[in-house]
């Protein structure tokens, strides 16, 4: 079993940044990928970044590409993402996902979520 726990969120306001982290339990994690995904009011829930545990790569929605970085600390078991020059349009419940396997940027395909953490961003 796998157990995931964001925290870090917060009002900020537009061109603010802020760092959420995702700490993960239960498992070594070396074959598995990890996902930030969002959620905002009134809207479904998509995908933000994932990140492939062991090599690092990663793969960004465009909306948040060039602003949002993704990175993880093995040793911690914990993944971070670095949100830079927020927009009030980032204003979302931010969730972490894990999956054993390739990251894939659909939210089905993941097997384990936090519980989220909220953001948000006024103008």
Known sequence: QVQLV???GGLVQAGD???????ASGRTFSSYAMGWFRQ???KEREFVVAIRWTSGYTYYADSVQGRFTISRDNAKKTVYLQMNNLKPEDTAV???AARQGEFTTRLVDY????Q???VTVSS
């Open 17 to 23: 940044s802020l760092r959420l982290s995702c700490a």
């Open 116 to 118: 989220g953490t909220q």
């Open 94 to 96: 931010y969730y972490c």
């Open 40 to 42: 905002a009011p009134g």
């Open 6 to 8: 964001e925290s870090g």
């Open 111 to 114: 097997d384990y979520w936090g």
